[in-house]
Each structure stands twice: as C-alpha cells, then as structure tokens.
C-alpha cells in the first residue's frame, strides 16, 4: 500500500524512506497536513515520522538500506562516475548523488589537489523526464543538479567545486574525441555519450545524421573525422549499422561503434547492427553494448589519456 502526499509517493511504512532526513522535511509536513484533513491514519503518520528520523542518524545509515557506495572508484578509474537511474525511486537516486557530493566536498576539504576533471563530475543516466520531476523537488544538501532530457543526464555539481579556482579542473584530455551518429534517432544514445565526455572537460565535435544511406555526407565530414587534434571517433548506428565500418576505413584513430535500438522488425533491436559491426572488416574498429552511450564515452575517454 502507498500513500500520494502532493508530488510524493510514500510507502505505507519503510521501503523508500531511508533517505537524508532532509529530502524528506517536506513530505513530514505534508503527512500531518494530511492527518489534520483526516486523509491519513496518524498511527501510519507515526510510523513515516518515525523512519523519517532514524534516516536523520547519517549518510551511511540513511543508504545502508538500498546502496552501498564506492567513492573511490573514481580515483582508481580516472572516469567520472555515474548513477545508472533506470529501475530506482526519485529518492533512492537523490540520495546517491547527495552523497557523493557530500564525498566530494569532503575530499576537498582536505585535499584540493585529486580534484580533476573526472572527478569533480557526478552523473545519474538513464533519467526520465518522470524521475526527474520528482528528483528536482527534493532538497539537496551538497550541490545542485541540471539535466539534460535528450541525453537523459542529471549533472550534479558539488557545492565545494564553487570554491576551487577552474584550473583545477582542467582537463588531462587534450585530444578531440568526435561523435557522430547515422540518424537523428540516434541522437540519445549519441547524446549520452557526448555529455558524459563533456562532464569530464572533454572537448566534443558532434557530426550527427551522416548515415550511409547519403555517403556523400560522410565524405563532407572528413575534414572533422581526420582532422589531427581527434584523438578518438564514437558512431552510433541502428538499422544495418554499417557506419562505423565506413568510418574506421578513413579515419586513423580508434573508432568505438554503439549500436543502437532503432529499426524495423528484424534489427531485433539493435542485435542486426551490433552483429554487423562485431564483424566489420575495417581494422580498429570496437564495438560496446546496445545503446551503452555511457559505455562508448568511457571507453573513448581512456583511449586518447595521455
């Protein structure tokens, strides 16, 4: 059983209050709000409250019940890290990027000189624009959030980041890495990958809807995929996902295909274009999971670190 207190969707007792006591001030005065209009049960207020308070003991506490938080992964990894949202609660993902940032502003504290660009960027992907909504209402204590509804990215910025002069956070990149697509509906995935590139302050040449269907747009581009300061390409595809075959026969860098859910009937999905560029006769050429922008931008990210 659950209770819808304005926005906020409540379980009857604990399952998704286990959150910093703060996202949850709000809805606590919604709940007895509710009691006063007789909505609600104040012996089911009590029991909300009561959860509610015990989430107020600390970080660790208030996510021990849904997460268990690596926050040196980053560090080990050189890759900013992310939230994979798909299949949490508003607050399960408000509270994991919380506490990163609460991570990271302690880090800064104590030490200014690890914060890099990859590590100063905390990511929640696969966001909808639903999740979001819901997110966006909840108090924040360590940063601020933006998202960006194509790439389906929620960006949070650690509020310690406002206090560090920017050339700290200048990037170890300094190679382009382009992304290019071979349709516009490929633009999500194509998108994914681009902004987690830009979070970890890499400069990005999108070349977006030069599919093979139109070679001639290809061949219009090369200037940009064979220009020297390119360090990397990614080519999103669906359909028959010949791109980056074609792309890895003219251009000198590695090249990282992403095939993507798009097509008719049997690109099952994106297995017809994964297929094709597991097999791609051009040398150099390799290929992430369906749909893995995230995956494809990491993988760039690495190939062009000095």
Partial sequence: MAIKVGHLRIPSIARE???FSSIYNRSILETLELVKQGKLQPSEAESF????????????EALAGFANLDHTRTRRTGFPEAVFAAGKTPYQVA?????????LNEQIKTSKDFVDSSQRAILATRVTEEQYEEIEKIQLEHGSIKFNPMARIISMRASGLNDLPEVIGKSLI???????TAGTTDLPVAEEAAVVLEAANVEVDRIYDVGVAGLHRVINALPRLQD???????VCAGMDGALPSVVGGLAR?????????????????GISAMLTMLNSCSPGVGVVNIDNGFGAAALAYKCVLP
């Fill in 174 to 180: 300094s190679k382009r890495i382009v992304v290019a």
């Fill in 253 to 269: 860098v590695p090249v990282i295909a992403c095939p993507t859910s798009i097509g008719y009937g049997m690109s099952l999905s």
């Fill in 49 to 60: 409250i009561k959860d509610a308070a015990k989430a107020a003991t600390g970080p660790e």
């Fill in 95 to 103: 509270a994991i990027l919380d506490d990163f940032a609460r991570d």
């Fill in 228 to 234: 020297p300061d390119v360090g990397c390409i990614i």
């Fill in 17 to 19: 209050t286990r959150c």
